[in-house]
């Protein structure tokens, strides 16, 4: 026989109740007020007739009657004939997934993580099953659940406890979201094995920082019965500051940079500085700007250039508790230069000459710097992006064989501006461009008798710096003398500007991988009133643009996300310096960590900053209810042996509910009930004959 | 009274048959109005006085004396002075102006009663008899009540309403926690200097030791001292029903007691108590009596004056007093 609730077998206690209340002392029921008790001494008790029991009949009725409402009240119930035995064990399926995102890089969180991640698997019981995740802006399996033929559990656990203590926190962002997501797929495909039968858990270990992505869990509805349990660890830093650099507009090189500090919610401390970070030698004696930023806020703060020839690779903040994401990388903007060649009859230092005026406009400025020389070599043609641009400037009549130079030049990627100082070079250099074909040299025979510039293309790169009403006023320039062309009717280039009498100004035309411009007319001031005027030089500057476009980097790269690779990059430098060859030729995706990477080309270098996310810089802690607010049941599904004796609960709950034993000595509690009534109602009358007018003492025996 | 025999009790005259029944205390008690009480006691006993050939108190005789410069000439017997031409001054019993106290117990223990009054309505109608009874006589009576302080005090008078008020005082219900005879001694020894009578109603249930001090003290003053002690007939033979927690009326001490194992104790305890305070009486030459409550109060007091006067008139012959007026009462 076995007892639903055996607790109540505990009344059986109550049997002893009014034997030992009335052995161990009888106390006088009334009190009795004295005028004095200075005669008196207290009296023992003495023994009477009253301390025996001399009902004993009654005693065990009532004793029974005790002693069958205990039983009934612990429900008992007979197992032997329906014992059958229950559904084999089911383990959990349990998944661990493991925060490896760059914010459990502070403190000792990665330890608490591999502590926590030892004691969830060692406190797994034998039916359980287990695999091992890590994620942060992925989801990435470790250890899979074992297919019970070539691993058995205990060895796979082995393994994920060996296998955690060889992973590390990198520096990804943190997309819990996608993860969950993921790790229920896997639940669902096959890895997922008899996935209906078995109990399923996911057991995360992260820190839970305010910046992890959960956007993902919005889209669907978490299965109920996917219990998530959240095993959080948590830091014991100060608080946490991060940093990173504003991207101006129109920044010069000269300027200061504008670097936003944000000091995260709840930190302590306040004071921070800002200083430049160089890859190879200390800072020295770079600026260190102080900045104030309270728990919760952000500033922006101005940092002088560096000062100094080599250029820094990030700015770095000090002053906070987590270092990991106190340096933003910025990618050193290497200096651009252009080589021009002049090819020319003219002296540099003849004002009414146009070498005079192509020296004085390009000239070295801030952030590049330009040469003229005058010997053309066939072969340097400069690739797209190159650090170094080639220009060739001609404006002389040339021979056969330099003319096949140019054109060999100009069609295998070369850049040509065509200035043609007389009627004779025109002529000569007509070749160059054959979508044109010279007619004549027109010249002016007074100074009211000019060409203006018209149907000035704006939208080339070339005039579009001139594009607002401001700026696009040409009709300052006079062109006196200049040479007519007419177009040809298959020509492939097009006028960028035209002059008002007809003809092309600036004609344009790709040949090739190359580009030729021709100017019909020259900025002599004698011939026009071009290099005297505002336009000139920013012509000039639109014009080495056009040769050697501005090396845009892309900004605001983060960790993990992939990098477009340019023309000709085959290997990339990590940021530790490792050498790596690009397999994909389209994008480089193995940005894993900060830093500079360098990509290489044949004859350039590109540097690229990737940095930390910003989310990962939030750590303070989010509620856990987040997650039940997206929908995710929090909780954990008990252990086997848990359950199992709960189903053993169950089952002796429904077998007492079968029997209903309880029914029956409830029936016979009633029924010594009445007898005991009876029985003592009829000792009371014998009693009360027996002793007269005396008080009946028959009760006191066992009640 | 039986049991308790007093010395007053022991010599006690026999009184006539129809005394002997007294008036019943229960009936006694059913008078509310305590000084009608007090009135139905002492016309009770003073027939029985009347009829006793010892006619009491008066302003007696005691001799002359031949008259020397200095007396007062207003003492001088002129019929003598006549017959004899000598000058002759009376001398009297000074039995004029009794003061007399009654130092009422009104603890917790006198609201103790067996009966269907206790101990405090039997002590406050026996004090107010003899209020009543040394009013008619035109004697001061002053009033004491006391438990373990005084509680009332009325200075001894004769005076219209001085009696009302007397029996107005006694009226008060016993509070007290404790019964310390010596207070009320202490204080009339203190406030009274002339002497007088002094009357004790307690059960004397408590320590004794202070007691005989201030009995001494104020018999040395000259006082007399009568102390009636006043039982309830349970407490006399432990008559407590049934084994009971016994609660100590004025502590509030429990214990357990069974009458039937701690009676014989009580009564021996009891006795030596009785007899010490009986000692102490005759040691003080204090006039001592028990009166039990269920012994009519008339007889009680009968007897007790009755012994008195018999004291009394040895007293006055062992003690001449001091001369007064002629007329013996002013």
């Known amino acids: ?703 | 009274m039986s049991n308790s025999s007093s010395e007053i009790g022991s010599d006690r005259p026999s009184p006539s048959p129809e005394r002997v029944a007294g008036i019943d205390p229960l009936t006694l008690m059913r008078i509310r109005n305590l000084e009608f009480r007090a009135k139905v006691v002492v016309d009770g006993f003073l027939s029985g006085l009347h009829r006793s050939p010892h006619h009491g108190f008066s302003v007696e005789f005691s001799e002359y004396r031949q008259y020397s410069p200095g007396d007062d000439p207003r003492y001088l017997d002129w019929r003598l002075f006549a017959r004899t031409d000598r000058y002759y001054v009376k001398r009297f019993q000074d039995e004029t102006n009794l003061r007399c106290y009654l130092l009422v117990d009104l603890s917790r223990s006198m609201a103790y009663g067996s009966l269907p009054y206790d101990k405090a309505e039997y002590a406050r109608t026996a004090a107010a008899t003899l209020a009543y009874f040394l009013s008619l006589q035109r004697d001061a009576v002053g009033l004491v009540t006391f438990d373990e302080r005084i509680r009332d005090y009325l200075p001894a008078r004769y005076r219209a309403g001085h009696i009302h008020r007397l029996m107005l005082a006694l009226e008060q219900s016993p509070t007290g926690k404790a019964t310390r005879l010596e207070i009320p001694l202490e204080q009339v020894a203190s406030t009274v200097r002339k002497r007088g009578l002094v009357i004790l109603l307690s059960d004397c249930l408590a320590q004794l030791d202070s007691l005989e001090t201030h009995l001494g003290y104020l018999r040395s003053q000259g006082h007399e001292v009568i102390l009636l002690r006043v039982l309830d007939p349970a407490e006399i033979s432990l008559s407590i029903p049934h084994p009971a927690l016994v609660e100590d009326l004025e502590t509030g001490r429990t214990f357990y007691v069974d009458p039937d194992s701690a009676r014989a104790e009580y009564e021996q305890r009891f006795r030596e108590h009785a007899s010490r305070l009986r000692r102490i009486c005759l040691a003080w030459d204090v006039d001592f009596a028990s009166l039990v409550t269920d012994q009519p109060l008339d007889m009680s007091l009968f007897e007790l004056l009755h012994a008195r006067w018999r004291r009394g008139r040895k007293m006055v012959s062992r003690k001449p007093s001091g001369v007064s007026a002629a007329g013996g009462r002013r």
């Open chain 1, 1 to 703: 026989m076995s007892f639903l609730a055996p607790l109540y077998l505990l009344g059986l206690g109550a049997i002893s109740l009014p034997i030992v209340l009335h052995l161990i002392r009888r106390m006088p029921k009334g009190r009795y007020a004295f005028s004095s008790l200075m005669f008196l001494a207290p009296s023992p008790p003495r023994l009477t007739r009253r301390s025996r029991i001399d009902q004993w009949l009654l005693l065990l009725l009532r004793a029974l009657a005790i002693t069958l409402l205990a039983l009934a009240f612990s429900r008992p119930f007979w197992r032997a004939f329906a014992d059958a035995p229950g559904p084999l064990q089911q383990g959990r399926q349990v998944a661990l997934l493991v925060d490896t995102s760059a914010s459990m890089r502070r403190g000792d969180l990665w330890e608490q993580a591999v502590a926590r991640v030892r004691r969830v698997v060692e406190g797994l019981e034998d039916p359980d099953t287990v695999a091992l995740f890590t994620y942060d802006s992925q989801l990435r399996p470790v250890v899979m659940w074992p297919d019970g033929l070539s691993v058995s559990e205990s060895a796979n656990r082995a393994i994920i406890l060996q296998r955690i203590q060889q992973e590390q926190p990198r520096w990804e962002a943190t997309d819990l979201g996608q993860a969950l997501l993921a790790v229920g797929d896997y639940f669902e495909q096959g890895n997922g094995r008899a996935a209906r039968e078995t109990h399923r858990q996911i057991v995360v270990v992260t820190d839970f920082q305010r910046g992890t992505d959960l956007t993902a869990l919005q889209r669907v509805a978490w299965p109920e019965d996917l219990p998530v349990a959240l095993e959080t660890v948590s830091s014991a830093d100060q608080g946490n500051a991060t940093l990173r650099v504003v991207p101006a507009e129109d920044e010069s090189p000269s300027d200061p940079v504008r670097v936003r500090v944000t000091n995260e919610q709840g930190s302590v401390n306040d004071q921070f500085h800002v200083d430049w970070v160089f890859a190879d030698s200390p800072a020295g004696d770079q600026p260190r700007v102080p900045v104030y930023v309270p728990a919760g806020q952000s500033r922006v703060v101005r940092v002088p250039p560096s000062r100094g020839q080599q250029m820094p690779t990030g700015v770095r903040l000090t002053g906070d508790d987590c270092p990991f994401d106190n340096t933003w990388h910025v990618a050193p903007v290497p200096r651009r230069s252009w080589l021009v060649v002049y090819l020319g009859r003219d002296q540099a230092d003849d004002p009414d000459q146009l070498s005079y005026y192509l020296h004085r406009a390009l000239t070295d400025a801030p952030g590049y710097d330009v040469k003229i020389v005058e010997q053309f070599e066939k072969d340097r043609v400069a690739a797209p992006g190159a650090p170094v641009g080639h220009l060739v400037v001609v404006s002389r009549p040339v021979d056969e064989a330099m003319l096949d130079d140019l054109m060999d030049y100009v069609t295998g990627g070369g850049f040509v501006l065509v200035v043609p100082d007389s009627d004779e070079a025109a002529r000569n250099l007509a070749p160059l461009t054959p979508g044109l074909r010279y007619r004549e040299a027109e010249s002016s025979t007074s100074d009211d008798d000019y060409a203006l510039l018209a149907d000035v293309d704006y939208d080339h790169p070339l005039f579009a710096p001139f594009q607002g009403v401001r700026f696009g006023d040409f009709t300052k320039i006079h062109f006196w003398n200049r040479w007519v062309y007419d177009v040809e009717p298959d020509a492939t280039g097009r006028p960028l500007a035209r002059f008002d009498r007809g003809g092309p100004a600036l004609w344009h035309e790709t040949l090739g991988d190359g580009q030729m411009l021709l100017l019909a007319g020259t900025w002599r001031p004698r011939d026009s009133q071009l290099a005297l005027s505002t336009k000139f030089v920013p012509l000039l500057d639109g014009l080495l643009e056009l040769v050697a476009p501005r090396m845009v980097t892309p900004g605001d790269l983060r960790v993990g996300d992939p990098v477009a690779l340019r023309e000709g990059e085959k290997q990339v430098v990590l940021p530790d310096g490792t050498l790596v060859e690009v397999v994909d030729d389209q994008w480089y995706r193995d940005t894993r960590e900060p830093g500079i990477y360098q990509f290489l080309s044949a004859n350039m270098t590109r540097p690229v900053a990737i940095n930390l996310a910003r989310t990962e810089s939030q750590t303070s802690a989010l509620p856990r209810e987040r997650l039940e607010q997206l929908g995710v049941t929090l909780g954990s599904v008990p252990p086997p042996s848990v359950t199992e004796a709960h189903l053993r609960q169950l089952r002796a709950t429904e077998l007492e509910n079968q029997q209903k034993g309880w029914r029956w000595l409830l029936l016979t509690v009633c029924g010594l009930l009445v007898i005991e009534t009876w029985w003592a109602g009829r000792q009371a009358r014998h009693g009360m004959k027996s002793l007269g007018a005396q008080v009946p003492q028959n009760d006191g025996s066992a009640s």
